[in-house]
């Protein structure tokens, strides 16, 4: 893969950007689910 090749400029710095941009939209994908299964104490993430 060029991604992960040890020539390319900044392939560290790439790999972990794409690494926390990927838990950020895990992250918000599970806490959207929770809020909607469970909503009660987390109302205000809910559309009115």
């Given at each position: 893969m060029r991604l992960f090749h040890k020539d390319a400029p900044h392939a560290n710095f790439r790999?972990?950007?794409l690494g926390f941009f990927f838990l950020v939209c895990v992250?918000?994908?599970a806490a959207l689910h929770l809020t909607m299964d469970y909503g009660?104490?987390?109302a205000c993430f809910q559309p009115s």
């Open positions: 790999m972990w950007i992250a918000f994908y009660s104490e987390f």
